[in-house]
């Protein structure tokens, strides 16, 4: 029992700092204004597409070259920065073709710098413009490459322009960046980001349920039949003598405690403080004492574990594991 108590200790306070972590990110999350971690109040209002598709003469879908169309999902004939598209999709990404000659049509650094300008809203200009692959931490919902335009305003406002199609993929911001690292701290998952299922979060949750029943275990084994006496008036109201013996000079002091007290509680209420490191927990095994009785309780695990067997048969025992249940003659341990 001492090993599950101490082990129940110190996981309990790891399980309560993640408890204050959850609290914290929490609360972090829900103070931050949605708008600005999203962006949108950076953004232009989406302007109607009033582009009509051309007269002319267009390629049908099957004109256009085979291997473009392998494994296609989708094929949508519209409108891209005013010419008229084929939209292919595929399961893993979107290719734009030209609908009147059946090149494909990618987005330039020029062009995503250009949408980036239109979408655009806020006071701060153009300070680079980088191309990277998707997915990575602030792309992780996409695939394919970007455009990253960053601007200069005083959230470093970042958007993520596809580099297919000129779709606006992300912004990103200082606001949502510290949303998702508390996001990370409340989920726990610090590689992805995104996985409510990932192993640490399921090993929290398994070391919480084991805390539970050890918790329970050790409340069966906690309770005595003296912690209840103050629910009956009358046994609560009768005290017992216990004395204390000086080992300097073996003078003797009487104290009247009530019956059922913890012993150790019970001298410590009444200024005799016993040597302890746990605070009457049973970890430390500090506070012996020398117990004079015709009836010497019988040492319990906790004391079988903390106590060497000679000083059990000399009557050696722990303040903090025994109730005050009949007048006790005991010798207080040497200060020194």
């Known amino acids: 029992m001492p090993f599950i108590r101490k082990v129940h200790k110190w996981v309990g306070l790891l399980i309560g700092i993640q408890v204050f972590l959850w609290l914290l990110s929490g609360l972090m999350i829900s103070l931050l204004d949605p708008a ?14 009033t582009q009509n598709l051309p007269s002319g003469s267009l390629l049908e879908p099957q004109e256009l070259a085979q291997d473009q169309l392998a494994d296609a999902l989708s094929i949508e004939l519209g409108m891209n920065r005013g010419k008229p ?34 979408d655009y809203s806020g006071d701060g200009a153009i300070a680079s413009v980088t191309r990277g692959m998707a997915p990575d931490m602030e792309t992780r919902n996409h695939k394919g490459e970007y455009w990253r335009v960053n601007f200069s305003d005083h959230v470093n406002t970042s958007l993520y322009i596809s580099a297919v199609d000129g779709r606006i993929l992300e912004r990103r ?22 996985n409510f299922n990932n192993a640490l979060l399921i090993g929290i949750a398994l070391i919480v349920i084991w805390l539970g029943l050890s918790g329970l275990i050790m409340l069966f ?15 609560a109201a009768k005290q017992r003598t216990v004395t204390l013996i000086d080992p300097e000079d073996g003078s003797a002091r009487e104290l009247k405690i009530r019956r059922g007290a913890n012993l150790f509680l019970a001298l410590s209420e009444q200024g005799t403080d016993l040597p302890s490191i746990c605070g009457g927990g049973g970890d430390c095994g500090k506070c012996r004492v020398k117990l004079e ?40 341990p040497n200060k020194s």
């Not at 999203?38 to 109607?48: E, K, L, M």
């Not at 290719?95 to 090149?103: H, K, R, T, V, Y």
């Not at 200082?174 to 995104?194: N, P, S, T």
């Open 36 to 49: 600005k971690v999203s962006g949108q109040y950076q953004a232009r209002p989406a302007q109607a597409n």
């Open 173 to 194: 911001n200082d606001f949502w960046r510290v949303r998702d690292f508390f996001w990370m701290l409340h989920i726990m998952d610090y590689a992805g980001r995104d």
């Open 85 to 118: 598209v084929y939209r292919v999709r595929h399961s893993d990404d979107v290719i734009l073709l030209d609908a009147i000659d059946g090149s494909a049509i990618v987005t330039s650094q020029m062009n995503a710098e250009s949408l980036a300008r239109q």
């Open 221 to 235: 084994s906690s309770f005595t039949r003296y912690d209840f006496y103050f629910l009956n008036v009358f046994q």
């Open 293 to 332: 009785s015709a009836n010497l309780p019988e040492p319990n695990p906790t004391e079988q574990g903390l106590l060497p067997k000679a000083l059990r048969k000399q009557g050696f025992r722990l303040a903090c594991q025994h109730h005050v249940a009949e007048n006790l003659r005991l010798h207080l």
